[in-house]
């Protein structure tokens, strides 16, 4: 049997997980980390808590990607 990368064994759920935690690092690394994508406007503490690799605040989640 041969033996497979770490990242062969993840589900794509889980690989998306990795690459948005990787993004949020990379948003906290240039400082924009808490700071929608879509509007630029301030995530909130709570949504942070929530779900601390979002990308965008509540308001422009709601209104889709």
Not at 19 to 37: K, N, P, W, Y
Not at 38 to 48: P, S
């Amino acid at each position: 049997m041969a033996v497979r990368g770490a990242d062969e064994l993840l589900s794509e759920a889980e690989r998306q997980e990795l690459l948005d935690i990787e993004a949020a690092l990379t948003r906290i690394a240039v400082g924009q980390f808490g700071r929608c994508e879509r509007c630029g406007g301030a995530m909130g503490r709570h949504r942070l808590r929530a779900i601390p690799e979002a990308r965008f605040c509540m308001t422009c989640s709601a209104l889709g990607r």
